[in-house]
């Protein structure tokens, strides 16, 4: 009988935590339709490891007397709540927690990244008085990193920021609001009879008595609680892997649907706008986007792949030493031969990240399938004038350039020039057959405004801050 009674118990309770999250879900869907199919994206299930509320991006699982007191006591938190945990997902903050060494200053910068978009909409539904800790934050931070992602962030805390305990402990009291600990760093539960099936029965193990936790409410969360490590089936681990294309796919939704709403309402939603063209960016590797500028030529060597092996072998077995076919002496590859790379050197372009592309671009220069024996490569360092120029046309010359690279300018940025000098070459004969321009740079700057006979891309650093709104439409924005 008292089993029974419990079972009823924590049925209701189940029941009454799913109807409150179901009533928050409804009013942030009244405020903002366009998170309509992300808002329904995500399950309701009760999980007494948690003391308050989290998402594995396939539901959230949460305490019931959690969400109870938010839904009684402070209704606008618990939609807050609800939409920092869908924003997380849309981010997809817990499939790339696992790729950071410091779980816990990861978290923070996920939830600073969040709480900053949401102190940037202008919906009642979410409103919070922010406060003044939080404010000097947010103005070092976009003084600082200027963009808030969490890749940033974490960069800036780690390198050049480093907080101590107790500044992490503030941070935490102020951005924290879900529970991180059914992100992706969850391991396999092991299971002695290899049953997913049940998987219910192993949560259920987990679980505290409901009763002593319905009595302690407010619950007493140790750091030892609150950064325990969750575990969880395999079948789960599966469905939390299937759900990050869904994501993925509803992420550019929603930049989509935002992006034809209008400028009237997208005004109100801060900087979600940019953060999602950020987040929706694909990143380019550089190398494969060189195999766009290959031709065919031929180039002396042995083609393996029109070699007759069958002949040769016939020869040498039935008249000695004399095989009946000679290998080919020369053969058909797709390679470059004809390239312009050009390097903003401005003031706005850190030396650092200018360095990081030269050791880069010399690196492809020296790899020999890319590129054929005679080559005709130059490379333009620029900042609102040439500021040097080198070619490059053998193999020893892309040593010697490799091992020379030194950043020359410091100015304002006008992509001009480079376009000038590179036309002038062409009506010198300097070039035979040039296929594109490659052009580095941070977006800050005067572009052309005629286009180019050859192909031009324009290449961003996506984890820098970058302007490339105004990129011609004639040039192709690369994102590496």
């Given amino acids: 009988m008292a089993e029974t009674i419990s079972l009823s118990k924590r049925e209701q309770l189940e029941e009454t935590g799913k109807r409150v999250l179901g009533a928050s879900r409804t009013e942030l869907y009244i405020d903002m339709r366009f998170f309509g199919a992300a808002l329904n994206s995500l399950g309701y299930e009760m999980d007494l490891s948690t003391t308050t509320v989290g998402t594995d991006a396939v539901n959230i699982r949460f305490n019931p007397s959690h969400v109870l007191r938010l839904f009684v006591e402070e209704p606008g938190k618990l939609n807050r709540t609800y939409l920092h945990m869908l924003l997380h997902c849309i981010f997809m903050h817990m499939y790339t927690s696992a790729n950071y060494s410091d779980e816990r200053l990861f978290d923070i910068c996920a939830d600073i990244v969040v709480e900053s978009i949401l102190d940037g909409m202008d919906y009642q539904c979410i409103y919070r008085v922010s406060s003044d800790y939080r404010d000097r934050w947010y103005e070092l931070l976009e003084k600082e990193v200027k963009v808030l992602t969490v890749e940033k962030l974490y960069r800036y805390f780690s390198e050049e920021h480093e907080l101590d305990i107790f500044e992490i402990e503030k941070l935490e009291r102020e951005f924290a609001l879900d529970d991180h600990g059914f992100w992706s760093r969850l391991t396999d539960q092991p299971d002695q009879n290899n049953d ?6 192993q949560d259920d193990k987990e679980m505290p008595p409901l009763d002593e936790d319905f009595q302690n409410p407010m619950g007493d969360e140790s750091e030892d609680t609150k950064k325990k490590t969750k575990y969880i089936n395999p ?31 997208s005004d109100r939603l801060g900087k979600l706008t940019w953060l999602l063209e950020v987040q929706n960016t694909t990143r380019t590797d550089y190398r494969e986007f060189l195999k766009r500028f290959k031709v065919l030529r031929e180039e002396g060597g042995v083609d393996l792949d029109s070699f007759d092996y069958g002949m040769y072998s016939f020869g040498l077995d039935h008249y000695g030493n004399m095989p009946l076919i000679e290998e080919n002496e020369f053969r058909e ?12 050197t401005s003031a706005s372009c850190k030396d650092s990240l200018v360095q990081r592309f030269l050791d880069e671009t010399a690196a492809i220069l020296l790899d020999g399938d890319n590129f054929f024996q005679k080559i005709k490569i130059c490379v333009i360092q620029c900042d609102n004038q040439i500021q040097r120029t080198v070619f490059i046309e053998n193999t020893d010359e892309m040593n010697k350039y490799s091992s020379e690279i030194h950043v020359e300018g410091g100015y304002g940025t006008d992509f001009r020039p480079v376009f000038e000098y590179v036309e002038e070459l062409k009506s010198q004969s300097k070039f035979e057959n040039l296929k594109g321009l490659i052009y580095f740079t941070d977006g800050y700057g005067e572009y052309p405004d005629k286009p180019t006979t050859y192909d031009t891309a324009f290449i961003f650093a996506q984890d820098e801050d970058y302007d490339d709104e105004k990129v011609p439409d004639w040039a192709l924005r690369l994102y590496i």
């Fill in 196 to 201: 997913p099936d049940k998987k219910d029965s």
């Fill in 333 to 344: 590859v797709k390679k470059i031969q004809e390239l312009v790379i050009a390097i903003d």
């Fill in 235 to 265: 079948r789960r681990l599966q469905q939390i892997k299937d759900a990050k294309k869904n994501w993925d796919k509803e992420g550019k939704r929603i930049q989509t649907e935002i992006e034809t709403i209008g400028k009237e309402h």
